[in-house]
């Protein structure tokens, strides 16, 4: 019986040669061929990319000829390149889509493929539910193409780097960075950036180093998540070359991580709201923000203080990539540690993200510590977390039941607003609130909360953690 293909905020992703299998990426890339072709019968055209995963350049191959099968023209990336750079190509070369394999920052067991619609968007929930419905109208057909010998020669390729690369140097002050005599360590954690954030700064002049930047289909044995534990490297680095600021990018180069020159990892929530300030700032924009429902409430201060309209979408930046379309927003931004700005790409930025946060630090001439510690006497304090837990299947049918109604009052807090935007977000009087949100692929809930000061938001987790399983 053939797995069912479910495509989630993100597109899809599974274990290789478990469930991502050369059949299941015929079957997934099929669909996609499917819904273009009933899009625009003839001349169509679809990048296909990839990042560093193992078996990625064989996945490519297959696609380009499942393509040609559909009568459509395949433009393949033969380097690893980040999402972003695909995003901006396919607006620029005017393909009809983007077939990307990268499990992001999973673990390197996992394979994905992230489908982007022509405008550069992360395919919306109604564009992914026909893929799906294509893959299952080949299933039952048995039309699923094979290897064409003719194959080879419809192929083209196409370079993506160079036109984004000078994207960023129109939306970045380089030059701010390179007369502040900043020093950068990047690290691309073996990912798709690797000779991007680096080479551009070097390209105009700004001092730094690189770690991972080699070919590693394990990740150093991890996943390729720039988060606090796994910076250690980068840590390293900066130290001993005397760094103000090192930035780090995720496998597939659309999450940020950032660490300050004392060894401090910035949380992403405190990262989007310091460029959303610098942006309202330095460039002058206020047209809008736009942030998840999982994301902090310190945006939201500094957006009512600017008087600056609010927008909070549900849990996928998808959402964020269409007010960016429509002009209607500076920045928007994910806890997750995604973000874009006006006039980008409607997709999470990573490489972006790590530069902005370069012009941001040399530009003011301060530790990125120092502004969010004034930036927080201005709005005051907030204290994000998440945390996964994983349910039996019998705790998680009583959850689910309990999400149903609006509850009242958790753990003894009155419940002043209940927001049902993605899963169940209950706001309290004291500005503290908490986010609950069931996993669409395993048995996990995922609970968002964010309380005013350091001890309350270890109160706030345990009750949030209570209400679960009691």
Not at 173 to 181: P, T
Not at 384 to 404: H, I, M, Q, S, Y
């Amino acid at each position: 019986m053939l797995t069912q293909i479910k495509f989630g905020t993100s597109g899809w992703r599974a274990v290789t040669a478990e469930e991502f299998t050369f059949v299941n990426v015929r079957r997934a890339v099929t669909g996609i061929a499917r819904y273009v072709a009933g899009l625009k019968a003839q001349g169509a055209k679809v990048i296909i990319g990839r990042d560093p995963r193992f078996l990625g350049e064989t996945f490519c191959a297959m696609a380009a000829e499942i393509l040609l099968e559909h009568g459509i023209r395949p433009l393949v990336v033969t380097e690893p390149a980040p999402t972003p750079a695909f995003a901006y190509a396919v607006v620029q070369t005017k393909s009809d889509g983007v077939i990307n394999f990268t499990a992001s920052h999973n673990p390197p067991e996992y394979n994905g493929i992230k489908f982007s619609t022509p405008d550069g968007c992360p395919a919306l929930p109604e564009v992914t539910r026909r893929i799906e419905a294509e893959i299952g109208a080949a299933d039952r057909s048995g039309a699923a193409p094979g290897a064409s010998a003719k194959a080879e020669a419809g192929k083209e390729s196409l370079d993506v780097k160079p036109g984004y690369l000078n994207r960023l140097r129109e939306i970045v002050d380089l030059d701010v960075i390179r007369k502040a005599n900043l020093r950068v360590c990047f690290d691309p954690m073996w990912g798709a950036a690797r000779g991007y954030s680096d080479d551009l700064l070097r390209d105009v002049g700004v001092r730094g180093a690189t770690v991972h930047d080699y070919r590693d289909v394990l990740f150093g044995g991890h996943a390729p998540e720039p988060d606090d534990y796994l910076l250690e490297d980068l840590r390293a680095q900066m130290k001993s070359s005397g760094a103000h600021i090192g930035i780090a990018t995720d496998g597939d180069a659309d999450r940020f991580g950032i660490v300050d020159a004392d060894g401090t990892f910035l949380q992403p929530n405190y990262v989007i709201a310091l460029l959303f300030d610098y942006l309202v700032e330095s460039r002058g924009w206020k047209n809008g923000v736009a942030k998840s429902v999982a994301t902090t409430n310190l945006i939201n201060a500094i957006a009512n203080s600017r008087d600056i309209e609010l927008h909070e979408t549900p849990v996928g930046f998808k959402y964020i990539g269409e007010l960016i379309m429509q002009d209607k927003i500076a920045i928007g931004g994910e806890e997750s540690a995604g973000l874009s700005i006006r006039h980008h790409v409607p997709e999470k930025d990573g490489v972006l993200a790590g530069l902005l946060c370069c012009e941001m630090a040399a530009r003011r001439g301060k530790p990125l510590v120092d502004q969010l510690r004034e930036l927080c006497n201005q709005f005051g304090s907030y204290y994000p977390r998440r945390e996964n837990f994983r349910l039996t299947p019998e705790v998680k049918a009583k959850f689910t039941e309990k999400l149903k109604p609006d509850p009242r009052d958790l753990g003894g807090r009155r419940v002043n607003q209940i927001v049902r935007t993605d899963g169940l977000k209950l706001l309290f009087d004291d500005g503290s609130w908490v986010c609950y949100r069931l996993s669409g692929t395993e048995p996990v809930v995922r609970v968002y909360s964010e309380a005013r000061s350091a001890a309350d938001s270890e109160k706030l987790s345990e009750i949030a953690k209570q209400w679960i399983f009691e």
